[in-house]
């Protein structure tokens, strides 16, 4: 995938803990990168405040392609877009580019269900996240 089919990116620093023994960074570091991105620019975006927010989002779904791998101390940059948003769900779509490759390293989905803090059911996305998501568009 490549990299103009985002148009928000993220700054991801690679750590020496992420390396396996294999030398590049473990799969599983991959989907921890996809939530930091996500959630970075949703708290940067002014649209989640994971401490006192009414509503949040609950990651229900995520899946990675790997194409080449990343090792520490490369710089990662993610890419982000928005596939779907419905009335309480958003499917997000991460690729992760080693810093300045114009293809991804790997890409995936990321799904969160949008829940009142309180009760945890799903409820409308709220305004100012509908306005961020269309800024992927």
Not at 105 to 134: C, I, M, S
Request: net charge neutral; aromatic share 12%; proline share 4%.
């Amino acid at each position: 995938m490549r990299r103009d089919a985002f148009k928000v990116f993220r700054p991801i620093q690679t750590r020496w803990a992420d390396n396996d023994v294999y030398g590049h960074v473990n799969n599983v570091v991959y989907y921890s990168w996809f939530d930091t991105a996500v959630n970075g620019w949703l708290i940067e975006g002014g649209a989640l405040d994971i401490h006192h927010g009414e509503t949040i989002g609950l990651v229900v779904h995520t899946h990675c392609h790997y194409f080449a791998p990343l090792a520490f101390p490369q710089r990662v940059e993610a890419g982000i877009r928005v596939l779907h948003a419905g009335s309480s769900s958003v499917r997000y779509q991460v690729g992760l580019f080693a810093q300045g490759d114009t293809h991804t390293a790997a890409w995936g989905e990321f799904v969160h269900v949008y829940v009142r803090r309180d009760n945890r059911r799903p409820t409308k996305l709220p305004q100012q996240l509908q306005q961020l998501l269309e800024t992927t568009e």
